[in-house]
């Protein structure tokens, strides 16, 4: 019979990611911004991804004197070799990149919807395809894909969106299954809406599809499946991030960790 492996003691389990390296996508801003930070505070050197310069070079000073480093990385997600490459030697791989549209399906601009895939379900398979040899390398790895309450359930006028999320879904799940011989995880965090700019800017286009006033968007249509009536914080995500990449979370792969405020259990 194999011994039991040793584990830290329940009450001292910190995260600790010092040596490790961690490439976030989409670190200029939102939730990316807040991973990058919480994954910096616990030791780790942050490869933060992003085309927004400016946004990554505020991440770097609000960095500044934690544990860890954060090193912009001025990168367009659709430049999908260049993607692949940046993921090379990575320990943590956090796929949040992600953009938005709300158009009914027949207004849809196609070129839109092949953009939207390609960062979000293209660009974190082809950065999983370049993590993993580092990763199976050394017996250990943490994949976290920033999904949404969209790669669980649909909404309406959304269609690129809600097609990619629930791809990056399936791609997880596939990555945990082989990912599991080599100690490498793979789960997604699924907010619902959360305070970034990405939903802040959906606002107007919510009002218009809808046919309702702006000030009506947030509580009629963003919130009206949640029991929580309120916008997630980009640092609460973050901490479920920060969670599957910890001592206490290495059983727990292929699965999905909901922030929904309760809108799934209808």
């Known amino acids: 019979m194999t011994a039991p492996r040793a584990l830290p003691a329940p009450h001292d389990t910190p995260l600790d990611l010092g040596g490790r390296t961690a490439l976030v996508t989409g670190a200029a801003g939102g939730i990316g911004h807040a991973c990058a930070l919480r994954l910096a505070a616990a030791g780790a050197k942050v490869r933060a991804v992003d085309r927004d310069a400016t946004g990554l070079e505020a991440l770097a000073g609000a960095a500044r004197g934690l544990p860890g480093t954060v090193e912009p990385h001025l990168l367009d997600l659709t430049d999908l070799d260049a ?124 009002a218009r599809a809808h046919g309702i006033p702006e000030e009506r968007v947030l509580s009629e249509v963003l919130l009206q499946d949640s029991a929580v009536k309120r916008l997630i914080e980009p640092e609460d995500v973050a901490e479920a991030v920060a969670y599957l990449c910890g001592p206490r979370a290495a059983f727990v792969t292929g699965t999905s960790l909901v922030l929904d405020g309760g809108w799934t259990a209808h």
């Open 83 to 206: 993607a692949e490459l940046a993921a090379a030697g990575t320990d943590v791989l956090v796929n949040n990149a992600g953009l938005q549209l709300v158009r009914p399906l027949e207004e849809f601009p196609p070129d839109v919807f092949r953009t939207v895939l390609t960062v979000m379900l293209e660009a974190p398979f082809r950065l999983i395809r370049g993590a993993l040899p580092h990763m199976y390398g050394q017996g250990w790895g943490r994949v976290v894909n920033v999904s949404s309450v969209h790669g669980l359930r649909a909404s309406a006028y959304k269609s690129a969106y809600v097609a990619a999320k629930h791809g990056l879904e399936g791609l997880s799940k596939t990555t945990a299954l082989e990912g599991a011989p080599h100690g490498v995880t793979s789960n997604c965090v699924n907010p619902a809406y959360v305070r970034t700019p990405l939903v802040e800017k959906q606002i107007a286009d919510q």
